[in-house]
Structures are given as C-alpha cells and as structure tokens.
T-cell receptor, first 113, second 110 residues
Framework: NAGVTQTPKFQVLKTGQSMTLQCAQD?????MSWYRQDPGMGLRLIHY???????DQGEVPNGYNVSRSTTEDFPLRLLSAAPSQTSVYFC????????????FGPGTRLTVT | AQRVTQPEKLLSVFKGAPVELKCNYS??????LFWYVQYSRQRLQLLLR??SRESIKGFTADLNKGETSFHLKKPFAQEEDSAMYYC????????????FGKGTLLTVNP
C-alpha cells in the first residue's frame, strides 16, 4: 500500500493563480482531511470529508475548495492564490472504526509570491 | 470553541532525564485527547490516545479533567525521542475532526 500520497511536493505560484493539490489514499478510508501547517500555528483544519460526495468546512476554509467524487481522491483547490496561503499542506485519511488515527501524507510545500 | 494549548514551543533535555510536554485544552463536553509525533523527515503519526491508557515508546499521558490537561511524560528521555509533538483534541462522536495545538519541538541532547 502506498498509503496517502500527495502531489506535487513543491509548488511556487504567483498571486492570483489557481491550482489543485492532489491527495489520494489506497486504504479505503472513509474520512479525509486537509490541514495547513504554519510556523508557530500548528496544524489547522481546512476542509474535511466523511465520505464520497460529502465535504464540510474546517477552521480555515476561506480561499479553498474541495470535492470528493471518489473514496480515494480528495483534491484541494486554491481559487486565487494569495501570499497568506504560503504554507505546508497535509492531507490525511482515517477509517470509520478508528477515525482518530489519521494517516498523513508527506505534505506539499506551497509558496505564493 | 475548542482549543488546545501547548505552552512550550521548544523543550530541550539531556538523555536520561525525565521529560514532560504540557498540553491544556478547552472544550465544553467530554473530549478525546491524543498525542501525535513528527520525527525528522517522517510523516506525522499518532503516538497515543487517552482512552487506551497505553504506554507507547515509554511515553504516557493522563487526562486530568479537573485541570483540563493531558501532559505527555517519559521518565528517561532518549535521543530518538527528538521530534515535534502535537497534542490534539476531538469531540466524542467526531474524532475524524481533530483540533491540534501549535506543537512542541523536543530536543534530547546526548
């Protein structure tokens, strides 16, 4: 099993550009989440999904969109990138009977100039 | 609103010394508490969960509801314990949705 995979690993965007961060898991997990990690701020939940077709907002959803058309994939879209979105983005997944144990991807380091 | 506070950004101890990483929480109800760890160049992973009351890699954590704390302790630190530690909280029935603290970077010196 590859677990949770994320692409790309690194990305540089200009202000105003849009892009999609990809996340996939091969563990048939129901739950998937996106977090951003900033120095001194810890991890903050952006969006999460409790199953295919169901998504909801986390703590810091503004400027981001998600969709969950399949169990495996949970892409994160930046609509119009801003320097404040410079961060490391982590995707995580977990199973229904032990949803607290989240499996994290390797992260995407995004810089917006 | 639920909140997790880790008052120490950095903690440095010597090998063999006891270590305690502090975590306080705010939650109106009965929370579930967790410790996650991120070793250098590795992914963030679950270390332990308060309900299980286990000792993992020599670490234990007790939930103190009166003091709303969930401190992580180890009696004798090892160099391989050096990592970033995050305390996390979820509400009962929604433990797929975690609120993390800001993290404490533990360095164990030889």
């Amino acid at each position: 099993n590859a677990g949770v995979t994320q692409t790309p690993k690194f990305q540089v965007l200009k202000t105003g550009q849009s892009m999609t961060l990809q996340c996939a898991q091969d563990m048939n997990h129901e739950y998937m989440s996106w977090y951003r990690q900033d120095p001194g701020m810890g991890l903050r939940l952006i969006h999460y999904s409790v199953g295919a077709g169901i998504t909801d907002q986390g703590e810091v959803p503004n400027g981001y969109n998600v969709s969950r058309s399949t169990t495996e994939d949970f892409p994160l879209r930046l609509l119009s990138a801003a320097p404040s979105q410079t961060s490391v983005y982590f995707c995580a997944s977990s199973a229904g009977d032990s949803a607290y144990e989240q499996y994290f991807g390797p992260g995407t380091r995004l810089t917006v100039t | 609103a639920q909140r997790v506070t880790q008052p120490e950004k950095l903690l440095s101890v010597f090998k063999g010394a006891p270590v305690e990483l502090k975590c306080n929480y705010s939650y109106s109800g009965s929370p579930e508490l967790f410790w996650y760890v991120q070793y250098s160049r590795q992914r963030l992973q679950l270390l332990l969960r308060h309900i299980s009351r286990e000792s993992i890699k020599g670490f234990t954590a007790d939930l103190n509801k009166g003091e709303t704390s969930f401190h992580l302790k180890k009696p004798f630190a090892q160099e391989e314990d050096s990592a970033m530690y995050y305390c996390a909280l979820s509400g009962l029935g929604s433990n797929y949705k975690l609120t993390f603290g800001k993290g404490t970077l533990l360095t164990v010196n030889p």
